[in-house]
């Protein structure tokens, strides 16, 4: 782990690189609930380019569902790792993906148990998961995630914790293993991999990536973090990423 005074990323620093991106609290603002969040229309043009100046080497690594954020992202598409890794889908739109287990109806019902005793207790739904989002109700925080931990332990699931949310989820990959996954593809191979995020589910990915010879760009505020770099905020990671230069843009 590093200490808090991490310096921004340099200009070059994806030279030769392959980037993995967080969504929420990267590429866009962390909204009150999922479907609330709002992309501004600089960020596929963005992807756009950095996906040109990369080579295509540009893919989302999130917890988020591939359908939501391609939807998100339409009618462009790039690489998405989603679920936290479980989801892999390709440029062409073919996803790779286990079986959802029957566990997870048994925890989404009793997640929306809590929520009916809790307004503005927020249950997602997930393909591989089930959030519990408690911004709106943060007095619900410790009960949510005290049953995460008891559902986790009867169920086989892992309880992954957030910015404001605790999330059960299948186990078997994280931010980590998705960037070994898709840094193992020819085109990737022989680069840097570059992870940028926010929040404690990206700290998998920043390992990851240092582990391969890149490094990991921390969006937000001085924390202990494995990252080697870190930007303000979400303006502060689009205008980093907005200055590749021409010399970049021509590899």
């Known amino acids: 782990m590093s200490d808090l005074t991490l310096a921004p990323p340099p200009p070059d620093l994806l030279a030769g690189a392959s980037l993995f ?24 043009a963005l992807l756009q380019r950095l996906a040109r100046a990369l080579d295509g080497r540009v893919a989302i690594v ?21 679920s936290h890794g ?4 390709q440029v062409d739109g073919t996803v790779t993906a286990p079986d959802r287990p029957p566990a997870l109806d048994a925890v989404l019902d009793a997640a929306r148990a809590l929520a009916r005793s809790h307004p503005g207790l927020l249950v997602e739904d997930k393909p591989f998961g089930v959030g519990l989002h408690y911004r709106r109700a943060p007095e619900a925080g410790e009960e949510a995630a005290a049953l995460a931990d008891d559902l986790a332990a009867a169920h086989d699931l892992v309880v992954q914790h957030g910015k404001m949310v605790v999330e059960l989820r299948v186990k078997g990959r994280d931010k980590g293993a998705a960037v070994d996954l898709l840094m193992a593809e ?47 905020d979400v303006a502060a990671a689009l205008a980093w990423l907005d200055t590749l230069s021409p010399a970049q843009e021509a590899r």
């Open 21 to 44: 991106l967080d969504f929420d609290g990267t590429l866009v603002e962390i909204a009150d609930s999922p479907d609330a969040v709002e992309v501004a229309a600089r960020v596929p």
């Open 62 to 82: 999130t917890g988020r569902p591939v359908a939501e954020v391609r939807a998100l992202l339409a009618p462009a598409a790039w690489p998405v790792a989603g």
């Open 186 to 232: 020819p085109a990737r191979r022989d680069t840097r991999p570059v992870f940028m995020g926010d929040d404690v589910t990206d700290e998998a990915g920043f390992r990851a990536a240092h582990a391969l010879g890149g490094a990991g760009v921390l969006v937000g505020a001085p924390r202990d973090t494995a990252a080697g770099y870190r930007v303000d």
């Open 86 to 89: 479980l989801e892999i889908a």
